[in-house]
């Protein structure tokens, strides 16, 4: 049986496939070239230190001699103690240890899961890897070797950890398992790689001097506050170790640049040693189906958390998490093995729009296509076997359950809460899916967005008496496969991915991504290109805007042409509400925003008295009275009801009946500004699912009425 659980190994794998590459070795010289400068940097300032303290020393020493009185002591004292807290701000890391702490982790032994142990003995058996000191497993679709490092882990041995994540198990097969293990274990399967943890710690030391002093400072305040005189002393150790932290800023700049180069290198060759023992077409088809299993488990979590609202926990996360896998499959018609969806790489790259591509030289990880371009060099596969990896655990469901509960560990739960299983998640989640899903017979036409109906609803529509004013403005109508088709279906996609281009050419443009060069549509242009790509984009924008424009208002002519004349009215009708309706919300968001924006202030701090009872007069004489309008209006037009949302309906019925103070004589009233803004908002999201939902009507209403004719 126990062979039965250890996937099959590629054959007649070359050797040579292990060897360090050249790119490898040449980023290895880059990185003991820039840890070489910083060492050297690093002496240099703690001998420039050594010497600031020995006279620092000598010259306080001296001053006590020459007149020993209280105040002469404490002169002397504050200068020594300069001179000794500038070395220990230098050499403190040495004495740090990181610990890679997790609370969520649960250990496990081998007494406990004696085939799991097997599984990983024989693993890296193959890989040549020690075996991990302890095993641990956690909730997410994650798999990782750590270990608690020191400044002495760079020179001495330390042993790995092992943390399995569950939801990793729950998303794959085992030979994809394997795969995903081996890569952790391929990390440290070759002595050259411990460069990579040694560039780490030396990145670590300089991250702490620039940014880990919480220790440091309250060392500092702590003989600050000994006397008044020490204040000054503690200043000027201030300003030193800012000096020193400007030295090493770019260090840490140059270093961290070059360690992430190497962790690129680094994933390649951890990469292929997975390959080398479990097949590259396995590693790939596992960084595949993780992206996607990722997203499937913070949904998971993401509905867990909406269910609490309702006194609800989740007795199993991963089954719901296959519930959500599951439900993808079925919307995309993705084939489904021993109950898992086959997600491949042609599946992953589909979603991939962005017509910019640049080399992100501060990226840690190549991306998918740059893995596969790397191991389909090597030519290297073996049989998948589709079996679970479950089967290596011993009750798996009782470690489903547990790590469940340990979700919930950091929430005050009631006493009559009660627990959902995979089924009654199935079901609620289906429903909610259906609850906010669009006639799928569109083609995702109206997906993502909202029609803006900017015509003439009462125009009569082509073929009308040539007396209408709106005739000749009434687009010819199209068939329903001309509307609605797959590239019309993809056209609000496109504009949104142009929209996430056309930030990744600002972050180029205004240096926040170290790129001097990128290209669009594989033309290669530099940064000082930006504006004018920008603007070529924002045209491309603005022309598929204007077509979908043009399609919702033959769309609209369309259904009102095909419809029978008792549909025609209601058709109308609905275009016209959701028109209201459409304004109303946007009017409400504009006041929340113009609210949250002039209250901002409060939150920042550093203003005077003056500028808060301004703002708030602001806030009680325009704001609050067009916020209770609004509020009024929505329970007026039903639209907030008493059934629909008690919670909701009875906050906005108090805060119409209350007068709020917001700021009492020198201090703010935090929950009277909680409840404005928390209440701003949720009536903010509420509305716009009301909108939704008549958006969603209307389209259902409109393909009613002609669906015998499709």
């Known amino acids: 049986m126990e062979n039965n659980l250890y996937p099959p190994s590629p054959t007649n794998v070359d050797p040579g496939v292990l060897d360090i590459s050249p790119a490898f070795r040449k980023q290895v010289g880059t990185v003991i070239t ?14 420039a230190a050594i010497v600031l303290a020995i006279v620092l020393c000598w010259l306080g020493v001296a001053i006590i001699i020459a007149k020993p009185m209280f105040l002469t002591l404490i002169l002397g004292l504050g200068l020594m103690a300069v001179g000794v807290s500038v070395i220990v701000f230098l050499v403190k890391f040495i004495f740090a240890v990181a610990k890679d702490e997790n609370s969520q982790r649960v250990e496990i032994t081998e007494e406990q899961h004696p085939r799991l142990y097997a ?34 882990s760079m020179f001495f041995p330390v042993r790995k950890n092992l943390e399995i994540g569950l ?42 001097m620039l940014f880990e002093n919480n220790s440091y400072s309250s060392f500092l305040s702590a003989w600050g506050n000994l006397h008044g005189y020490l204040r000054i002393f503690v200043s000027i150790t201030i300003r030193i170790a800012e000096g020193i932290q400007w030295i090493l800023r770019g260090m840490y700049r140059l270093i961290n640049k070059n360690y992430r180069s190497l962790s690129r290198e680094m994933e390649f060759h951890a990469d292929t040693v997975a390959a080398s023992v479990s097949g590259g077409n396995n590693v790939i088809s596992a960084l595949s189906r993780i992206e996607v299993a990722a997203n499937c ?44 969806p086959e997600i491949s790489y042609h599946f992953i790259q589909s979603f991939s729009r962005s017509r910019i591509n640049y080399k992100d030289q501060w990226a840690s990880h190549p991306t ?21 990896p479950w089967l290596l655990f011993d009750q798996p469901q009782t470690l489903q359950e547990q790590l469940t509960r340990n979700l919930y560990a950091n929430v005050t739960l009631s006493d009559d809460v009660k627990p959902y299983d995979s089924q009654e998640f199935e079901r609620w989640y289906s429903a909610r899916k259906e609850k906010y899903a669009l006639p799928p017979a569109y083609n995702g036409f109206y997906d993502g967005r909202f029609v803006t109906v900017d015509w003439d609803l009462d125009s009569p529509g082509p073929g009308s008496p040539t007396g209408s004013s709106d005739t000749f403005n009434v687009p010819p109508v ?42 669009l549509d594989g033309v290669k242009h530099s940064r000082k290109d930006a504006d004018t790509v920008i603007k070529s984009l924002e045209q491309d924008i603005a022309a598929l805007n204007a077509r979908l424009q043009s399609l919702d208002r033959e769309a609209y002519y369309f259904f009102l042409q095909q419809s029978e004349s008792s549909n025609k009215e209601a058709l109308r009708n609905a275009y016209s509400s959701y028109q209201s309706i459409s304004r109303e919300y946007e009017e409400y968001a504009g006041l929340v925003n113009m609210t949250l924006k002039t209250i ?20 009680k004489e325009k704001y ?26 009875t906050s906005l019925k108090t805060f119409i009946g209350k007068d709020y103070r917001y700021f009492i004589i020198d201090h703010f009233n935090d929950d009277e500004l909680n409840e404005l803004t928390g209440l701003a908002i949720r009536t903010a999201e509420y509305f716009g699912q009301q909108r939704f939902m008549i958006y969603k009507q209307m389209l259902e209403l409109q393909l009613s009425g002609i669906s015998r004719n499709i």
Not at 377 to 387: M, Q, V
Not at 483 to 497: M, Y
Not at 624 to 649: F, H, V
């Open 478 to 519: 199209k068939s329903f496969d001309q509307l609605f088709n797959e590239e019309t279906g993809q056209l609000q996609t496109s504009i949104n991915s142009l929209e996430k281009d056309i930030e990744i050419v600002k972050a180029i443009k205004d240096k926040r991504l170290d790129v001097t060069s990128f290209d």
């Open 119 to 152: 599984f990983i003995r024989r693993l890296t058996t193959e890989t040549q890897t020690p075996f991990p000191k302890k095993i641990f497993i956690s909730p997410d679709v994650n798999a990782c070797v750590f270990y608690n490092s020191s400044f002495w």
């Open 600 to 619: 901002n202030p409060f939150y920042a701090g550093g203003i005077s008295h003056d500028t808060v009872m301004s703002i708030i007069a602001t806030l």
């Open 624 to 649: 609050e009275p067009e916020l209770r309008k609004a509020y009024t209006q929505l329970m007026d037009k039903g639209l907030i009801t008493l059934a629909g949302n008690n919670e909701l309906y």
């Open 34 to 47: 820039s840890i070489v400068l910083f060492a050297i940097v690093y002496l240099l300032l703690v001998a």
């Open 297 to 340: 488990y913070n949904s998971a979590l993401n509905n867990a958390n909406d269910k609490l609202k309702e006194n609800r926990i989740a007795a199993n996360i991963y089954a719901d998490q296959l519930v959500v896998f599951q439900s993808l499959a079925g919307d995309y018609h993705l084939p489904v093995k021993n109950g898992l």
């Open 167 to 208: 939801g990793l198990v729950n998303s794959t097969n085992i030979s994809e398992f394997k795969a995903v293990v081996a890569h952790e274990f391929g990390h440290f399967s070759q002595k050259s790689m411990k460069l990579g943890s040694f560039t780490y710690n030396v990145n670590r030391v300089i991250h702490n």
């Open 368 to 388: 998918l296509a740059e893995r596969r371009t790397h191991l389909d060099r090597f030519s290297i596969e073996a049989p998948p076997d589709t079996s679970s």
